[in-house]
């Protein structure tokens, strides 16, 4: 019975993992979202990004100690190498369209011709 509670919790704790940035995010964050992850890896992880500069893709994580095929494989889903909301930010902003151009003055409208009387 004790196994069986054992799976149950390792199955259920990534089941409601939390995507990491892992660029940005602290050893703390990352170890509690990955999984196989512990805070020492995930420590070296920050190390390893502090040294060596921003991971450019998730098997850049290969790099340090303790992680590989395997852990890359299981957390790939939950690896992020950017926030979510950067991607969707617009590039630039849109350039201003040139002021209209002044419109000409308006001619006086000529009086109509006067009704003839009969």
């Known amino acids: 019975m004790k196994k069986l509670l054992l799976v149950i919790a390792l199955f259920s704790a990534n089941a409601f993992a939390t995507p990491v940035n892992i660029n940005t995010a602290d050893a ?11 805070i020492k890896k995930a420590e070296a992880i920050v190390a390893d990004r502090t040294k060596n500069g921003a ?14 095929d395997k ?4 957390n790939k889903a939950d690896i992020l190498l950017a926030d979510p909301a950067a991607k969707s930010a617009p590039a630039a902003p849109a350039t201003p369209a040139a002021p209209a151009a ?14 003839a009387k009969k």
């Open 102 to 115: 002044k419109a000409a003055p308006a001619t006086p409208a000529t009086p109509a011709a006067p009704a």
């Open 28 to 38: 703390k964050t990352i170890a509690a979202s990955l999984a196989g992850v512990g």
């Open 55 to 68: 991971f450019k893709s998730v098997d850049d994580l290969k790099r340090v100690s303790g992680i590989g």
């Open 71 to 74: 852990t890359v494989a299981t």
